[in-house]
């Protein structure tokens, strides 16, 4: 019984974690001088459609948590409590399956 | 009057900061961000730096450490707590200091001796100034562009709670006066209790005129009463 419960478990393990990327932006109103002067580069090399670039920082997370609700909702925490200003950053939260 | 200098991992004028504080007859120790009590002290100073590489943004883990639950702890008891740079960087982060510094709007690191104007002198950190003076302080920072929202800017002005700006020599508040792109030329500010102070120039590096100019010296005898 224990032998087949162990050869289960890496299909169960797999589902227990949960994967998520959180971008952080600066905010609209804020100027963002390092996206500025991408963008200027950018149109110096001919890309003239260019319209707008906003630098941003990505966090890939990995969670121990199998409801997707729940470890949502850390993600959330982890992102006020620590890897967001909010203040001067937005952030957008996707899980990647 | 006793003093505490928070240590981190890359904090680089803690020593500094500590003697001038001896100079100035301060009793002073230096407590490492492991700690979890801090000794009895009537001012808490957080140095420059480079607090954790400013892994993440400039001094948010350093926010997050033991020691700053403490720091947090004695300045709602009303404890004096001074963030210097590095400091003030992390001041905001803790939340103690509304507000936050970006990146510098040229992008760059920015060494050099400015001038700023004290905006306020009825507080415990400036008493020693005269309204208006214009000093010369040391500014070495990458991200020292002070920016906050509306309310608080309003705030800040309403309720005279903006220590420094940034000016001329002549006491001139301009764009041409301000290194960093911070929000009106300002340099520093205090909470709403104005036992707070956070500021971005370096009064620790003025205070011997054989290596500088001694400016920085009434900041800590204001302190000291």
Known sequence: ?97 | MRSSVIVFPGSNCDRDIAVALQKMQFKNKMVWHKETALPKSDLIIIPGGFSYGDYLRSGAIAGKSLIIEEVVKAAKFGSLVLGICNGFQILTETGLLKGTLLRNKNLKFINKDVHIKVINNTTKFTSKYKLNQILKLNIAHNEGNFFTDNDHLKELNNDNLIAFKYSDEKGNTSNLSNPNGALDNIAGIFNDKKNILGMMPHPERMVDNLISNKDGVNLFSSLLG
Not at chain 1, 27 to 54: A, E, S
């Open chain 1, 1 to 97: 019984m224990k032998l087949i419960s162990v050869k289960l478990s890496p299909l169960n393990s797999k589902k227990n974690k949960l994967k998520f990327s959180v971008t952080v932006t600066l905010k609209k109103d804020v100027l963002d001088p390092q996206g500025k002067v991408v963008q200027n580069t950018l149109k110096n090399l001919g890309m003239h459609d260019l319209k707008n670039i906003r630098q941003g920082k990505f966090f890939e997370i990995e969670i121990n948590e199998k409801d997707e609700k729940l470890a949502q909702e850390k993600v959330n925490e982890m992102c006020k409590k620590l890897l967001v200003n909010l203040i001067i950053e937005d952030y957008k939260i996707n899980i990647l399956k």
